[in-house]
């Protein structure tokens, strides 16, 4: 299967652990963005890149929060020193930059910080 | 800030009734999305909308999107249980490397009973 990875799919942590996610984009989509999704609530948008360059990053919601695409493949999303308040779904998607727009998300990385 | 307002939040019918959903702001969007997105899992592109008073089908879902672009709605004819599932808009602004930095609404939960 081709569509975008994402692990680990479950993460439970302490207050003040650090966890880290891995996205695996579709191959050929140079974009890729993280999105937060807390309960009930509809996507929030955090980052993203295009290839290696991170494009946007002032959504982040602070900077116990840090993405990196260093070979413009894989990324990883970290959060720092965790919150309960961190406990949300955190979405990846990808796409083609010279499309209108279509995002291919993966299944998502829940986290629960007790 | 771009918002998008989604009603109504939920929705409970019996197989066979028709529904509409619908997603509305104050804000010009260039293109509206519409996904569906089921427990556990990422959000799903349905349709893409991009030019003011633009009225796509997919087969029983039609997909409107308004003559000001600044709201959409989706009509289901003859639900299934097939269609429950949580049904999220989600705008963008601007053009070229704004296209994925979407601002979703906050989602309908659709139940369709048999």
């Known amino acids: 299967d081709t569509g975008v990875s994402q692990n680990p799919r479950h993460k439970i942590t302490k207050r003040g652990q650090n966890v880290t996610f891995r996205c695996d984009p579709i191959?050929?989509?140079?974009?890729l963005y993280w999105y937060r999704q807390t309960l009930g609530q509809g996507p929030e948008f955090l980052t993203y890149?295009?290839?290696?360059?991170?494009?946007?990053k002032s959504r982040l919601l602070s900077d116990r929060f840090s993405a990196e695409r260093p070979k413009g493949s894989f990324s990883t999303l970290e959060i720092q020193r965790t919150e309960q308040g961190d406990s949300a779904m955190y979405l990846c998607?990808?796409?083609?930059?010279?499309?209108?727009?279509?995002?291919?998300f993966g299944e998502g990385s829940r986290l629960t910080v007790l | 800030t771009q918002l998008l307002e989604q009603s109504p939040q939920f929705l409970s019918i019996q197989e066979g009734e028709n529904l509409t959903v619908y997603c509305n702001s104050s804000?010009?969007?260039?293109?509206l999305q519409w996904y569906r997105q089921e427990p556990g899992e990422g959000p799903v592109l349905l349709v893409t909308?991009?030019?003011?008073?633009e009225v796509k089908k997919l087969k029983r879902l039609t997909f409107q999107f308004g003559d000001a672009r600044k709201d959409s709605s989706l009509h289901i004819t003859a639900a299934q249980p097939g269609d429950t599932g949580l049904y999220l808009c989600?705008?963008?602004?601007?053009?070229?490397?704004?296209?994925?930095?979407?601002?979703f609404g906050q989602g309908t939960i659709l139940t369709v009973h048999p």
């Open positions: 191959s050929e989509h140079n974009r």
């Open positions: 909308v991009v030019t003011g008073g």
């Open positions: 890149f295009q290839n290696e360059a991170q494009l946007e």
């Open positions: 998607a990808s796409s083609f930059r010279l499309n209108t727009g279509e995002l291919f």
């Open positions: 989600a705008g963008a602004v601007g053009g070229g490397t704004s296209y994925g930095k979407l601002t």
């Open positions: 804000s010009v969007f260039s293109s």
